[in-house]
C-alpha cells in the first residue's frame, strides 16, 4: 500500500502494517514532540467534525504530510473515545466518512473495490459499471429518502444493483460511516488518556458549549409521550442524523409549530442530529412555520396524506379509533386538550 492511499483512508486495516507507521507507538504519537503536526492534526479534525459535520481534505503533496494525515486519525480516535460522548461520536464517525467520500469520487474503479471490500460490501466493478449486492444496497439505502434510492428504479440483475459511481460512492460513505463508529469508543489506558488531556477539555469545552446552546433556547414542554407514533419516528429519525425525506421533514415540523413550538425550539430538537447544520436547518423550518414570510406557518398534514406519502409509522390502539384522522386530534387527546372519545 503506499502512503497517499493510506493518507486518504486511513481506517484501512492495512495501513497499520506500512513499515513508517507500524513502527510509532501510541506513547509517541501523544507525546513525542515530533509529533506536535499529528496531534495538531488531530486535534483539528474532531474540532472541524464538531463545528461542521465535515473535515478538510489538506495537501497531501510531500511523504510528511502523508505521515501526519495517517497517524492523525488514530489520534483523533483516541481523543474521541476519552471525551466518549455519542453526539461527538455520531458526528465524528459522519465527517470522516465523508471525508473519504470525496477522494474516492476521484479515484479509479479498482482503489474504489479496495475500500468497499474493507467495510464488507459485496460488489462488482467491471468494465466501468459499479454493482452491489441488493442485500447491502437495502441496508445502506435504506436510510437515504427520496425516489431514486427505490430499488425499483434501479437495473437488478443476478442478485446486483448497478449504479452510477456517485450513487456507488454514496453508499460507500455510509458503509463507512458505520464501521467507524462501531470502532469507538477505543479503551485507551490511563497513561495516554492523561497525556492529551488537554485536547479533550478543549474538546469538551466546545461539545458543551454547542450543546448548551441548543439546550437553553429551548423553554417549550414537549411531552414525547404525547407525539403520535408518526411524528415520534420523524423526530427519533432526525435527532440521529436519519436524512429525512421533504414529507417528513415537513409533517414534523408543521406539526411542531401547530401545536404551539416556535422556529427557535424546532430548532434545538433539530441540533441534536450529528450533521446538523444550522444555517440550512433553520431556513427550511422558518419557512414551514411562516416565520420567513411573516405569515401563518402550514397545518400538518392528515393521517390519510402521511400514509400516502410512507410516513404513518408503527399505528397504535389509539391511532385506530374512528376520530383519529389527523396527528394533531391523535396529539390533543393522548395530551388532554382534546376530546377522548
Ligand atoms: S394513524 Fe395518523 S397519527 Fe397514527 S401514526 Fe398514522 S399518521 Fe400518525
Redesign the pocket.
Known sequence: MDLLFAARYPFVDSVSEIPEISSVSAEDVVSSPYMEDVRRRGLSRVMEALESAEIGTPSLLGKSDRFTEIMSYPYARILVSCVNDRYLTKRYALAEASRAADYLEEEDPKRIDAIARTVGAKTQIVDGEFKMHFADYLRLASRIKGSEWKLVNHDVGKGFVTLPKGKFVRLLQNALQDRIESELPLDVPNAIANAVRGDVDAISYILADRKSRFATEFTGDLNPDHL???IRALLGGAQSGTNLPHAGRFALVSFLNNIGMGSEQILTLFSQSPDFDESKSIYQIKHITGELYGREGYTAPE?KT??TNGI????DDL?AREK?NH?LI?YRIKSGTGRRD
Do not use: A, F, L, Q
Open positions: 403520535p407514533p408518526c393521517c402521511m400514509k404513518c409509522v408503527n399505528e391511532c383519529v396527528p391523535y
